[in-house]
């Protein structure tokens, strides 16, 4: 059973760093993207942050130059790295990868469409403050 949990959440200062994690398991099927997602009451979920099987990194560009995604292979991990944290950065943070049907794809085709990704973790809150 596929299963994702993330954790490292929390409340900072704006300028804070926060870095989470995500433990996969249960993946019978090749996934050549992993990534981030993050969504605010009232709003769509929004990818953040993706990382190919090859090392190549997507990042939305409000996050640019401050949020770095990162996977421990061996350990089946992935981070997001996330640093100078603004107000606007407070959501719930979701990692994700993807379905079976989407799972030989890069992150540049899927990136954009968070229903090519799933099931979903039950997410990590962060909030900043000013």
């Known amino acids: 059973q596929v299963k994702l949990v993330e954790s490292g959440g929390g409340s900072v200062q704006a300028g804070g760093s926060l870095r989470l994690s995500c433990a996969a398991s249960?993946?019978?099927?090749?996934?050549?993207?992993m990534g981030w997602f993050r969504q605010s009451p009232g709003k769509e979920r929004e990818g953040v942050a993706f990382l190919d099987d090859g090392g190549l990194t997507h990042y939305t560009d409000s996050v640019q130059g401050r949020f770095t995604i990162s996977k421990d292979t061996a350990k089946n991990i992935l981070y997001l790295q996330m640093n100078d944290l603004k107000p606007e950065d407070t959501a719930m943070y979701y990692c994700?990868?993807?379905?079976?049907?989407?799972?030989?794809?890069?992150?540049?085709?899927?990136?954009?469409?968070?229903?090519?990704?799933?099931?979903w973790g039950q997410g990590t809150q962060v909030t900043v403050s000013s």
């Open positions: 249960g993946y019978t099927y090749t996934t050549l993207c």
């Open positions: 994700a990868a993807p379905v079976l049907e989407a799972g030989l794809q890069p992150c540049a085709v899927i990136k954009s469409n968070p229903r090519r990704f799933g099931p």
